[in-house]
């Protein structure tokens, strides 16, 4: 039997299914098995070590990170959809070097859960990464207002710090920027500056889901960015330009750590056609410019999937047909190219939305689809009263119906999707 909240979750559930009277839909399954396990307890946690500790060693691709000089396994782990310890200690068993959260991920959870893991073990082993996102970013324009402080910025990597139990972290990303401009902020490069003379970081980095080329020059300009975190899959369009200026970047020193690898996992709400996820992160190593990715693990057979990456890093016929299949489905992976942007008679922020969609229907991330709407100042159904959409995608989506389903996010309590 369920318990009484997880009865009031599944009927949550039902809300974004985009099939919420079928009963037999996949998706509600597969959330009832999920809650089942969570359920579980300690009896999960058990199993699950012990398959951990069964896993099949493969050798180990290293790569170096750009100037930093540091050597990584090609696979890496986003801490961020994370939310067992046992995960995490199975991907340090496997050989994870580098794991990567961020000031904002699960309210501060992530980094407080990864803090505790890392008291057991020698901190020199590991290569920790965080980001704050600059206060004050104008997340459609990506432009930094003037209320941004070096003294705020500061004290939001201080509480990071404090939560993952360190003195230092070896990267700090400025997150989720979206402009040259920005990257190139006097009191952004200030603020990373300060955190590197203060100890408080070994290397500095921008992280960035969309305009990346644009980004990626702008960090080569600054001279003070190390490494860049940056969007980098089959599916974008623009990925041809992407790729060589990553190369022309690397020339430079930068090093580069990808992410957002699969695409947003499946092309359906209903996950009945998923992406084929390790050929997709071959597609992102077989570009020896990007040192490591950093895929969100919430199972052990995806982390056992990505190592196997480095049995063989070269994509077969079958993995390629896959790849060109889904290149040509709309899916659920918005390009952020903001083709969209001032389409919308309402201003929405039409690709952080659509991200935030992603999010929703393709991670089952709920939490963080919902701090991105909130970021946003998105309400409930903001198209209720438009008579038509003025937005065209470039990847025909349906805009104003994908709006609807997520936006409902912002109206849920927090304790029904955490």
Known sequence: MLSGYHRLKLLYWDSINPNPMNKSDNSRRNFLKLTAAGLAGAAL???????????????????????????????????????TKALIEAGIKRGIVHFDTAHVYQKGKNEEMLGEIFQNYDRNQFFIATKVVPDDMDRKTGEIGSGFTVEKFMEYLDTSLKRLQMDQVDLLYAHAVSSGKAVLHPELIKALKLAKEQG??????????????????????????????????????????????????????????????????FLDEEHTKPVNTKAALKWALQNE????????????????????????????KQEEKDLEFAREYAGLYCNQCSVCAGQCKKGLPIPEIM???????????????????????????????????????????????????????????DEFIS
Do not use: W
């Open 355 to 413: 991200r935030s969609y992603m999010y929703t229907y393709g991670y089952r991330d709920m939490n963080q689809a919902k701090t991105l709407l909130a970021d946003m100042g998105v309400k409930n159904d903001p198209c209720s009263d438009c008579d038509s959409c003025t937005v065209s995608c470039v990847k025909n989506f349906a805009v104003a119906d994908k709006i609807k389903k997520v936006s409902r996010l912002v109206d849920v309590p």
């Open 200 to 265: 408080k970081c070994k290397f500095l980095g921008v992280s960035t889901h969309k305009n990346e080329p644009e980004v990626i020059k702008a960090a080569v300009e600054a001279g003070i960015y190390d490494v860049v975190l940056t969007a980098y899959n089959f599916k974008q369009d623009h990925r041809d330009e992407l790729t060589q200026t990553i190369a022309d970047a690397a020339a430079k020193g930068i090093g580069f750590v990808a992410m957002k690898t699969m695409a947003g996992g």
């Open 289 to 316: 410019n990007i040192c490591t990715a950093i895929p969100g693990f919430t199972a052990f057979e995806h982390l056992d999937e990505s190592f196997s990456v480095m049995e063989k890093l070269k994509m077969s």
């Open 45 to 83: 946690i058990k199993s699950e070590t012990a398959q951990a500790a069964s896993f099949k060693k493969a050798d180990v691709i290293y790569r170096t990170l750009g100037r930093t000089g540091v050597k990584l396994p090609i696979v890496s782990m986003g801490a961020m959809r994370g939310d």
